[in-house]
């Protein structure tokens, strides 16, 4: 199969990518957009399976039959909480599309769609490609968790917000829960340093401190912080979470070790506090070569719409981490940045998400050259 003369359409891309928008679907409930996004690909004749994640969600999954799938266009369609439940929906500014999840990743997940569209009504109805669209990434990242026990792909592409910049590496990610405990009692019986909360904070300098020193190119985020309700006392315990993003190549079990002795010392200086630090999740960072036929053919890709092919890291935890550590080779490519990515203005160019559309359609139309 050469060049489809296809081209996707743009208007009809606005219109599903202001749908999408328009749909609330933080992660959880993703239920409406699901039940759109099935009929709005049965209704066009894509052959679209629900694969249960849990009682009422599920990923939709194309794999046209009797096909040898090299590839799968993959994105998520939840999002965060709305910043602003009165101002979360689509609006236009010019060539700037807003909204929530305009950039994370609704205008990558529409793209996605036109794209497999395009060519599917073309009469490429075995394409070697698979369309996912799944749930719970920005949260437990259930819906890649059942997407790769029932399926294997040697190849896919993710559309989160890379700028249209290729990342053929993925940074790796720790969640870390840190927790100190002590005694409760009445308020007016409090001691200097005997608080769990007081505690807390020594302890997250000391890891602060730790990090700057030692890791300057880790990224933390001290994500959470919160205490058991106590009222007009001292309460018994404290919990903080902590968010950090590793370079592909940064060692974490070391990272891992550096940070329970930071705690077992500030214990040990710290007698009458009690501290843990859990680990609730672990994903490491990989860098993919530049080679191989799915890199070699979105290196032709780029050539021939004139854009520069400089591939780079995408700095944010993903469903690639999950896919990569399933043993698929993952590419992450889409519309929007990622500096716009859960913010409250959050925004993406529909010129950019119509390039991101041609550059799909284009590579799958490639895998049957």
Known sequence: MGKSGSNIQPQRLRRLLRRLVNIYSPSGKE???????YGYLRRRGIPVLRQPVDDNRYNLVVTPPETNIRLALIGHLDTVSAYDLETYEYSENGDLIKGL????????CAAAVEAYLTLWEAGHTRLPAALCLVVGEEEEGDGTECLIKEHHFPWAVIGEPTDLQPCLSNYGYLEIQIYTAGERKHASLASAG??????????????????????????YNIRDLFSSPSGFAVPERCEARLDIHLPPAAPIGEIVAELEE???REERENSSTAMALRIATIDGGYKLPEKGPVVAALKDVYARHSLPWEPTAFRSHSDANQLWAAGVKTILLGPGRLEQA???????????????AELYLDLLNSLGS
């Open 31 to 37: 239920e409406e957009i699901l039940e759109f996004l």
């Open 101 to 108: 999840g305009t950039a994370d990743m609704k205008g990558g």
């Open 194 to 219: 005997q608080s769990p909360i007081e505690a807390m904070f020594r302890l997250m300098l000391h890891i602060s401190h730790h990090m700057e020193e030692s890791h300057p190119e880790l990224v």
């Open 262 to 264: 930071v705690v077992v």
């Open 342 to 356: 859960h913010a409250p203005e959050e925004s993406v160019s529909f010129q950019q998400v119509c390039l991101a």
